[in-house]
């Protein structure tokens, strides 16, 4: 086909806009208010996810659909799929919105998780407590992104402030993971259900929110090997057409169990922006070739590089970045830069290492 439609209107949105463009597709947005509408597609149809009349008139003017974020409603979903392929497939917004889900679907197939157990009022919260100590993480099952919706508890009389804290049950209890670093694993599977996947970058936090992704990670060499084949397993058991996103622990090399899945996203990711500049064929665009049937891309690394992204007020140092001779900047044309917003990234490259 010659039209994608894209689910969403964010600036990851916008960059697999960019490379549909590229390879001579044009794009047909749907998304809602809440977005900063982009203009570097065909066309974009404003209004709420909930109008499925609406999404069926979207989904009958492209040929794929597929969309950038996970809390896309399953109606919605539903609804375009009954016109056009939807992909990656319902299975894994399914399994991906819901976090209690996607703990159980990980442990099913046989993948590490943290502890953890169910939480719907503070009753299950005190036995939980009991059962998986302190410190622990109380997560709400839907909608935390950017580390929102969720609290660490340190002693058991926390359990009512925590569950105020979070605002929403359900909500799952998980054991704090004593990691050395924080790892993700960006696999692309294709329609033959043929994977690939990008090196494993390391990933650090800034309160709450990705600051940094760096490859190679600081991470022996088997242990990302045994990365890439856990996300590939996972692409392959929710039968996945497009690029998903797999967040780990690493918790060192001696430990009986040295990676631990955190969580997954159905979509391209903030973690896998350094592969614009750093890979020959980008996350986005072996997405978009995947959701449109194409053969995947190579996904090998030329570069070693960290990736940064602007937060708010960072992105104002725009002009000195743009003058560094190895930074490759990408500024998402956000109308306004709040605290916390994500208003671009800069991935600087160096040399190849041996890694
Ligand atoms: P994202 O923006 O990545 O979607 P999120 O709001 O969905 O974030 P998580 O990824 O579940 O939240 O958690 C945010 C961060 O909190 C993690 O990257 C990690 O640093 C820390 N964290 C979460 N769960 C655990 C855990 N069980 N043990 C230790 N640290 C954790
Ligand atoms: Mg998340
Ligand atoms: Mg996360």
Redesign the pocket.
């Known amino acids: 086909g010659s039209v994608i439609g894209i689910l969403g209107s964010g600036q990851l949105g916008r960059m697999l806009a960019v490379s549909a463009a590229e390879l001579g597709f044009r794009v047909h947005v749907f998304g809602d208010t809440s977005g900063p509408a982009f203009d570097v597609a065909a066309s974009t149809t404003v209004g709420p996810y909930e109008d499925l009349g609406a999404i069926t008139a979207f989904a009958e003017t492209v040929d794929v659909v597929t969309y950038e974020f ?1 809390n896309v409603p399953l109606g919605a979903a539903a609804a375009a799929a009954a016109v056009r392929p939807v992909r990656p497939g319902a299975r894994a917004l399914e399994v991906a919105q819901d976090r209690l889900v996607e703990k159980r679907f990980l442990s099913d197939i046989g993948l590490p998780v943290a502890p953890f157990a169910n939480v719907d009022n503070l009753n299950d919260l005190e036995d939980a407590l009991a059962t998986l100590g302190t410190p622990a993480i109380l997560k709400t099952c839907r909608f ?3 580390g929102k919706g969720q609290v660490r508890i340190t002693s058991a009389e926390e359990s009512d402030w925590a569950l105020d804290a979070i605002g929403r049950a359900p909500a799952v209890l998980e054991g704090v993971v004593p990691f050395d670093c924080e790892i993700s694993v960006l696999c692309v599977r294709g329609i033959d259900g043929r994977t690939a996947v990008y090196d494993v970058p390391l990933n650090s936090h800034k309160h709450g929110i990705l600051d940094t992704s760096t490859v190679p990670a600081p991470v022996p060499a088997e242990v990302c090997e045994k990365a890439r084949a856990m996300a590939a397993r996972v692409a392959e058991a929710l039968d996945y057409v497009g690029l998903l996103a797999v ?1 780990m622990f690493y918790l060192g090399k001696d430990k009986p169990e040295p990676l631990i899945i ?2 997954i ?1 159905p979509r391209v990711h903030n973690s896998g922006h350094w592969t614009l500049d750093a890979c020959g064929v980008s996350q986005f665009e072996n997405h978009i070739r995947a959701v449109a049937g194409w053969p995947l891309g190579s996904v090998a690394r030329h570069s070693d590089a960290v990736m940064t992204n602007l937060i708010g007020a960072d992105v104002e140092q725009w002009a000195e970045l743009a003058a560094e001779p190895q930074a490759c900047l990408h500024i998402y044309g956000k109308n306004e830069a709040r605290p916390g917003r994500k208003m671009g990234h800069v991935t600087r490259l160096s040399a190849l290492s041996g890694k």
């Open positions: 996970e935390g992104y950017d967040e955190n969580e996203a």
